[in-house]
């Protein structure tokens, strides 16, 4: 039987009368998916969903890639459940924050510091002042190439939605592309006096570092004297527990953490090198800068979860199986689009623990129209997600799933390649870009984002 949507639609009405979009994340908005199908969800465990509707699916994406072990992990349960009875937030610091510290801080190279918060777009953008403070220079670049880093003035000022960003503010950020040196290095040669860090993913979904890249980004802010930043959000304990920086040997000067580290549990934090994070601390002999301070940075809860993760990732190999399982998932569907034809406008795309699924029109562009005919087609047969993004709880019988839904999908999106007309298969709008500027996507080319969509975890 096919999963209907009524108590969904009913409830989502709701929350759009008093929650702007209708969620407190753009990519969790019901525009992002086909229309009237947008499930409200009640509970989770392991790699499978329950909505209102009694709907169950197989979940992709796990909270925004926030979940590497599962859904209501129990080892993660159970450490909670053992602190909630002593207290969460207190008035001086606890043992258990020392304890998560010196746990990080086993995990990541070069770091000597670390502070913890509950996002890592605060993590990100305390960085950018860390570096601001350090150098004296105002000028941030950022990688343009690379979807999100922070919910703060300084990066939503690069983003189409920047109404309420002043100009003054979106002055001081430049950008360079992934995997260029050279353009990166004209960049500096022009206007290194200036930036105070470079920001970026030491990798991406769609995008590992081409041999020598990353060293020569570290050797060209070395020269100019900038503070190198990895954003590790989503990287950090799905490439390896120690980030990206540990799979490919190079060591930033400040790296900012988020996402799996929780397992689904509210906690971020910003790392680095001790003469840099020390200038929020109380031995600096400099002007102080203001780093992290927040009421809930370091209430037990989360960080007794993330501790029960770092145990997890010592003990078991999550990273491992979600690289298996998503390799597994991504060859039998590109094989399946293989033989119907249509493999080069439906395909499955990245590093097999963070992948996603390129949806494209007639023409081989990528388009919002086919996404939502596949987000259809996926979600009638009880699979849910914005991408193919995996965990460690995904086992053979819900990749099998997957894959059988996507064969029985395959129909209609084969149909709609031979037609041109995929809005002839789905009822109303098409999904559309979280970041566009105006709320009716009938008012920008729902082309125009397509792919930046699909990767972006905000």
């Keep these: 039987m096919s999963p209907t949507f009524v108590e969904s639609s009913a409830l989502q009405s709701r929350l759009h009368e008093i929650i702007p979009g209708g969620a407190h994340t753009f990519a969790k908005g019901a525009d992002q998916y086909p229309e009237d199908m947008a499930p409200v969800l009640v509970r989770g465990r392991g790699a499978r969903v329950w909505d209102v509707d009694g709907n169950e699916f197989v979940e992709f994406g796990m909270g925004m890639r926030a979940v590497t072990l599962g859904h209501a992990y129990p080892p993660v349960v159970d450490a909670v459940r053992a602190v909630l009875g002593d207290g969460l937030s207190f008035t001086r610091p606890t043992t258990l924050e020392l304890a998560a510290a010196e746990d990080f801080l086993a995990l990541v190279p070069g770091a000597d510091m670390v502070k913890f918060c509950k996002n890592a777009s605060d993590a990100t953008s305390t960085a950018v002042r860390l570096a601001r403070g350090a150098t004296g220079r105002p000028l941030v670049a950022l990688c343009h190439d690379q979807p999100y880093f922070s919910s703060q003035d300084w990066f939503v000022g690069t983003l189409p939605i920047s109404t309420g960003v002043p100009a003054e503010v979106r002055s001081l950020v430049t950008t360079f592309p992934y995997n260029d040196l050279p353009a990166l290095e004209r960049l500096l040669d022009h206007r290194g006096a200036e930036i105070a860090c470079l920001v970026l993913e030491a990798a991406s979904a769609l995008a590992e570092p081409l041999p020598g890249y990353l060293e020569g980004v570290r050797a060209l802010c070395d020269r100019y004297g900038v503070v190198l930043v990895f954003d590790e959000t989503i990287t950090g ?54 780093l992290l301070s927040s009421t809930h940075g370091a209430e037990t809860v989360s960080l007794a979860a993330f501790r029960a993760v770092v145990r997890a990732y010592a003990e078991t190999d999550p990273v491992e199986t979600m690289e298996r399982q998503g390799r597994a998932l991504a060859d039998a569907v590109n094989a399946l689009a293989a033989d119907a034809g249509i493999g080069e406008y439906l395909s499955v795309l990245g590093r097999p623990s963070c ?76 999904v559309a870009p979280a970041h566009r500027l105006r709320a009716d996507p009938r008012r920008i080319d729902p082309r125009r984002a397509a792919t930046r969509q699909e990767v972006s975890g905000d």
Excluded: C
Aim: hydrophobic share 45%; aromatic share 8%; no cysteine.
């Design 237 to 290: 304990f799905r490439w390896a527990a120690g980030g990206a920086q540990s799979v490919y040997g190079v060591v930033p000067d400040l790296s900012t953490w988020g996402k799996a580290m929780g397992n689904g549990f509210p906690i971020a934090a910003l790392a680095g090198r001790r003469e840099l994070m020390e200038l929020g601390g109380l031995t600096t002999d400099r002007d102080r800068v203001f």
């Design 355 to 430: 992948q996603i699924f390129r949806t494209a029109d007639a023409t081989g562009a990528p388009s919002q129209a086919m996404r939502t005919l596949f987000l259809k087609e996926m979600l009638l047969r009880g699979v849910l997600g914005q991408s193919f993004v995996i965990s460690a709880a995904h086992t053979d019988t819900d990749v099998q799933q997957t894959v059988d839904a996507v064969s029985a999908a395959l129909p209609a999106y084969v149909k709609a390649i031979e037609t041109g007309r995929p809005e002839d298969l789905f009822e109303g709008r098409p």
